[in-house]
């Protein structure tokens, strides 16, 4: 698939009504159920799960992955989120410090920005050189087939969203007590650098969009359609099946056979 077929996907800027709460709530619910499914299947058959998140700055990367992990055990769905290198990291072979993240058997992690940094954030804010993404480019399919032919089942989603609804979503932040901390300065200088945001994606699928980790792209627009799109995707792409358990029945308890001590418990003040 070329360039060409990949931007003109990608430029479909089609709108749908927002979705209700009530019918995003009922169906979520659903998925969720499927989730945890697929989480005692994945844990009981010994499975490698790799689930990579990238998009520009307010695309939905962290509601989504929360949307996915919020029913569901954190010892099995790890969710990795690096900050920038340290002196020492940026010493090491690139994709050093994101390899020692993968899955493990049993385990799914999900990474909220990944080792395609370099080909996105570093490469448009020049924190890296030309050089430095080529090589990137050149060597990420080979090691993506190396993860593949080990076991992992790797899943990369690229969430799509128009300057309008970005823009829109980056005041909420600046306006929103409750996430402003999401704001990062790094948010404010790439905000005029669309574009060439643009053709670092463009680039970035040319090279990396293989038949053995395909890069999976989902419109963000509603929030709450990309979610369920998404889980529903993903859940489609890593073959499980339930795993009946068995009934479980609380069994009688005996209350109230001690004596009561009289203690002064420091109870916090009831305000609501």
Request: with cysteine; proline share 6%.
């Amino acid at each position: 698939m070329g360039n060409k077929k990949k931007t003109n996907v990608i430029a479909d800027t089609t709108v749908l009504p927002t979705m209700k709460a009530k019918a995003y709530e009922k169906e979520l619910r659903r998925l969720h159920v499927e989730l945890v499914k697929l989480q005692r299947w994945v844990v009981a058959k010994g499975l490698k799960v790799c689930i990579v998140f990238e998009g520009r700055d307010g695309a939905g990367k962290g509601g989504t992955i929360k949307a996915i992990t919020e029913r569901v055990s954190p010892r099995v769905f790890r969710v990795v989120a690096l900050p920038a290198p340290t002196e020492r990291e940026k010493s090491q072979l690139y994709l050093q410090r994101y390899i020692r993240h993968l899955p493990a058997a049993g385990e799914i992690v999900i990474f909220d920005r990944s080792w395609y940094n370099r080909a996105g954030v570093e490469r448009v804010m020049g924190f890296c050189t030309d050089e430095q993404v080529e090589k990137f480019l050149d060597g990420t399919p080979l090691v993506e087939r190396s993860m593949v032919e080990s076991g992992i089942i790797l899943l990369k989603y690229w969430l799509e969203v128009t300057p309008k609804e970005q823009e829109r979503r980056l005041r909420d932040r600046i306006d929103d007590g409750r996430k402003i901390w999401k704001l990062s300065p790094m948010d404010i200088k790439s905000f005029n650098l669309w574009d060439e945001y643009t053709q670092a994606r463009d680039a970035m699928f040319a090279a990396t969009d293989t038949a053995w980790a395909p890069w999976f792209v989902a419109r963000s627009e509603d929030k709450k359609r990309v979610r369920l799109n998404i889980i529903s995707h993903l859940l489609s792409h890593i073959p499980y099946k339930d795993i009946p358990m068995d009934p479980v029945k609380l069994p009688k308890r005996k209350i109230g056979k001690i004596k009561l001590v009289d203690y002064p418990f420091r109870f916090i003040p009831e305000l609501f």
